[in-house]
């Protein structure tokens, strides 16, 4: 996890990363300090290879990993 020393939640409190079930405003601030992390791409990729189930990881929900994950990876547009 060598990107995590340039991550922005460093030093965050964790329980900013796991909100309360339905508590939009505080899974919100998670976001925002997501959206304006310049490793977001490689702690999503930790994520989901490792299959965290909770908590917000690269800006992406429980939720949105879940679904990522069910969907598999993609392929890209058929040429045909």
Known sequence: MSWWS???????DIETFFPPP???AAVQ???TI???CPV???CRRY???HRERYGI???LTEGTRDTLIRIGP???????
């Open 6 to 12: 340039a991550a922005h939640c460093r030093g965050t």
């Open 22 to 24: 339905g508590d939009q």
């Open 29 to 31: 601030r998670a976001l």
């Open 34 to 36: 997501c959206g304006l």
């Open 40 to 42: 977001r791409i490689p």
């Open 47 to 49: 994520a989901l290879r």
């Open 57 to 59: 990881w690269g800006g």
């Open 74 to 80: 993609r392929s890209g547009p058929s040429s045909g």
